[in-house]
């Protein structure tokens, strides 16, 4: 009989993490290398990403590797993904997590019928641009390299559900009125349904893409958001980055052989009302 604990098992793996130093990211670094994986932490800023591989080798004993890139230009992720390749020797798992809600918090959270383009083309170009030029280049070194891997890609609720706009009613975000953008939920779709196309199109490699869908974490919302949005919610609160580390620790290891093309929702039931 198999010893089914070592299902979960990620020794002798790579894997990338793109928003490696964010809100979730960190976490997922933290998560795969405490299961056994070297881990490259990459995000825009490099001091942050090597500080948090510092910290992620300290506290798992795994390796870990800092790295800048913009997600958003080419050129800057086919250097980073030849990087970790010969680091590590090849990449197996991706975490395609990062994402932008531009600098500009008053133009982000928008009405839909007032939406800037050029917000819009700026908030594309990392949250769905960016995941396809990473899956691509992940996806091209996984097939070069033969041994197959997982790809898990971040989503959103909103990229398999509209907004109630009730959630919003005197809501804001670190001091500014929120909404749900319409370019959130559109490039938060894109990631969905590239996900779908790249997981028929490389299962023929051994590599399984998935898309991890998040509900609402708390993370600089005001107490208005929160109850309303909690109101909202099965469970009856948000989640924690916590809670999401065992789905993507699934997605990227052998307990999940079998699975690739699916959505996992971690949201407390939101999407099952």
Partial sequence: MQNYSNLFSLHGRTAIVTGGTGILGKHFCHALASFGAQVAIVDRD??????VAREVT????????????DVGDP????????????????CE??????ASKSDDLEAFFANSENYSL???REVMRVN?????????TVGKAMIAAGRGGSIIQTSSIYGIMGADQRIYEGSEYLGVRISNPVVYSASKAGVVGLTLHLATAWAQHG?????????GVRSGQNDRFVANYSARVPLGRMGTPEELVGAVVYLASGASSYVTGQCLAVDGGLSAW
């Fill in 75 to 90: 050129q800057a992720v086919e250097a980073m993904v030849a990087r970790v390749v010969a680091e590590y020797g090849a």
């Fill in 93 to 98: 798992i991706l975490v395609n997590n990062a």
């Fill in 207 to 215: 590599i399984r893409v998935n898309t991890l869908v998040p509900g």
């Fill in 46 to 51: 490099v001091a942050v990403c090597e500080t």
């Fill in 58 to 69: 300290a506290a798992t004993g795994s390796a870990a590797l800092g790295l800048a890139c």
């Fill in 118 to 120: 050029e917000t819009w």
């Fill in 128 to 136: 769905l641009d960016g995941v396809f030029l990473v899956a691509k």
